[in-house]
Antibody, heavy 116, light 110 residues
Framework: QVQLVQSGAEVKKPGASVKISCKAS????????MHWVRQAPGQGLEWMGI????????TYAQSFEDRVSMTRDTSTSTVYVELRSLRVEDTAVYYC??????????WGQGTLVIVS | QSALTQPPSASGSLGQSVTISCTGT?????????VSWYQQHPGKAPKLMIY???ERPAGVPDRFSGSKSGNTASLTVSGLQAEDEADYYC??????????FGGGTKLTVL
């Protein structure tokens, strides 16, 4: 089982940006794409996009593409998601998940972002 | 990309079987064999239960099975146990390197 360890909770003001990290065990990094998924309080799962840790390319969900960036640092086996121009409705738990067959095979523990 | 349609709730008695549906379109569920199902307990991260329509990851009990017919995928939980009570989500590849989730189903074990 691949371990994905995410950064800690964040509290941000509306209009600010947040950058969340997801560190993968070495054998996983570069071999599997990573999804980013979020879940607002009491709501369902929402796909944000997918990043290729090997090549660095990313595809974003249409609803986020103008204010999200997904990047990676191969030297530390870490992927990042940055969300800009935060709104109150961006308050959610953000998850990274290793992709296999386009499913989220292993999941990080989640990072709570509060925008207030 | 519209969300996949799941019933908001489902229930079954201990030991019985329950099936949860996930309806999409020919552009997602019906067009690809990349349907997954997740179990999520309160306050926990989702856990993959089924991938590629009907494949189980190691460690997932064979009480959980998945299938697809046309634009509708299904998750069946047989021999319901108390610990199966959770929220269940489906996802499907939607083309153009996009993924789409269902709205979730709350499974109650009676």
């Amino acid at each position: 089982q691949v371990q994905l360890v995410q950064s800690g909770a964040e509290v941000k003001k509306p209009g600010a940006s947040v950058k969340i990290s997801c560190k993968a065990s070495e054998e996983a990094f570069g071999n599997h794409h990573m999804h980013w998924v979020r879940q607002a309080p009491g709501q369902g799962l929402e796909w944000m996009g997918i990043v290729n840790p090997g090549g660095g390319g990313a595809t974003y969900a249409q609803s986020f593409e103008d204010r999200v960036s997904m990047t990676r640092d191969t030297s530390t086996s870490t992927v990042y998601v940055e969300l800009r121009s935060l709104r109150v409705e961006d308050t959610a738990v953000y998850y990274c998940a290793r992709s296999a067959f386009w499913g989220g095979y292993d999941w990080g523990q989640g990072t709570l972002v509060i925008v207030s | 990309q519209s969300a996949l349609t799941q019933p908001p709730s489902a229930s079954g008695s201990l030991g019985q079987s329950v099936t949860i549906s996930c309806t999409g379109t020919s552009s997602d569920v019906g067009g690809y064999k990349f349907v997954s199902w997740y179990q999520q307990h309160p306050g926990k991260a989702p856990k993959l239960m089924i991938y590629a329509v009907g494949e189980r990851p190691a460690g997932v009990p064979d009480r959980f099975s998945g299938s697809k017919s046309g634009n509708t995928a299904s998750l069946t939980v047989s021999g319901l146990q108390a610990e199966d009570e959770a929220d269940y989500y489906c996802s499907s590849y939607g083309g153009s390197d996009n993924l789409v989730f269902g709205g979730g189903t709350k499974l109650t074990v009676l």
